[in-house]
Nanobody
Framework: QVQLVESGGGLVQAGGSLRLSCAASGSIFRFKPMGWYRQAPGQQRELVAAISPAGTSTNYADSVKGRFTISRDNAKNIMYLQMNSLKPEDTGLYYC?????????WGQGTQVTVSS
């Protein structure tokens, strides 16, 4: 069973940047499309960025397009989310998981809080 550990969140002012990391156990990681998900207080979890297994194709939610960049290092079983020009509405708990219906067990997530 793959385990996912997110890190890199924190408190930042609007306009600031953060880089999130997702460490995955197991070599199967490199064969799976992956995504970063965000859950704001009182809202459903939403997919904000996705990346193909080889990292050659990416997709973003309109709300983060042009500000967030997803990437992965399959040799290290790590995925990243570079977040720039952060806005208060980016506040939430960020998770990583497969970009498919077959989710692995969810990790604890990493909290991102953007102050205005």
């Amino acid at each position: 069973q793959v385990q996912l550990v997110e890190s890199g969140g924190g408190l930042v002012q609007a306009g600031g940047s953060l880089r999130l990391s997702c460490a995955a156990s197991g070599s199967i990681f490199r064969f799976k499309p992956m995504g970063w998900y965000r859950q704001a207080p009182g809202q459903q979890r939403e997919l904000v960025a996705a990346i193909s297994p080889a990292g050659t194709s990416t997709n973003y939610a309109d709300s983060v397009k042009g500000r967030f960049t997803i990437s992965r290092d399959n040799a290290k079983n790590i995925m990243y989310l570079q977040m720039n020009s952060l806005k208060p509405e980016d506040t939430g708990l960020y998770y990583c998981n497969q970009d498919s219906r077959s989710a692995w067990p969810w990790g604890q997530g990493t909290q991102v809080t953007v102050s205005s």
